[in-house]
């Protein structure tokens, strides 16, 4: 699948310079995903940009409290507030499309992350503001203590195909929207084949 024709050349790089770049600069995501691709839903955004990551990261809807409580756990379980701090992915496209506007991602350079196969979405298992004390208290002694055990800091393929939600540390990621597919990024070994758009 070729690039949109509507896209203006000058702002969007070729498919060879988008090739290279992410070759460049992303090897070792490349490497460790096996080329599955990794996926974010996000707003109102070009078809391709390099991104840094904000690393104050506040909730919109998750309680303070809770949100709180997830980055204090996982800075002491794995050295960092992967909540306020973490770049949030998924192998899923529906996970991600959730979020809004489909995209692909690389994290560039050096990175760090953290999923677990029984948390698809860590948002969507945590209780509300305006769900019951008794709930937000048997989540918090019960429910969290045994899903952050079950998080990991290795596998990235494994987590990526599991599809739920990686958070994952690093300065800048590049951003490819959905639509943009093309068959280089399989060629060149980018994005394992068969991951194709519409497959």
Not at 101 to 108: F, G, K, Q, R, S
Request: overall charge negative.
């Amino acid at each position: 699948m070729r690039l949109r024709n509507f896209i203006n050349e000058a702002v969007l790089p070729s498919e060879e310079e988008i090739i290279t770049i992410l070759k460049k600069d992303c090897s070792k995501w490349i490497k460790e995903s096996g080329g599955i691709p990794a996926f974010r839903g996000m707003m109102g955004k070009p078809q391709w940009m390099k991104v840094t990551v904000r690393t104050d990261r506040m909730p919109f809807d998750t309680p303070t409290e809770f949100h709180e409580m997830f980055n204090k756990d996982f800075k002491k379980k794995f050295g960092w507030a992967a909540r306020s701090e973490g770049l949030f992915i998924s192998g899923s496209e529906d996970l991600a499309e959730s979020y809004g506007p489909l995209y692909m991602i690389w994290p560039i350079g050096n990175y760090k992350y953290i999923w677990s196969k029984k948390v698809t979405d860590l948002f969507g298992m945590t209780p509300s503001v305006n769900d019951p004390a008794t709930e937000q208290e048997y989540f918090e002694q019960n429910q969290w203590p045994t899903a952050l055990e079950s998080y990991v800091k290795t596998n990235l393929s494994n987590g990526l195909k599991a599809e739920v939600e990686i958070m994952v540390q690093c300065k800048y990621y590049y951003a490819l929207h959905y639509t943009m597919w093309f068959d280089g990024l399989e060629d060149e070994g980018v994005l394992k084949k068969g991951w194709g758009y519409g497959k």
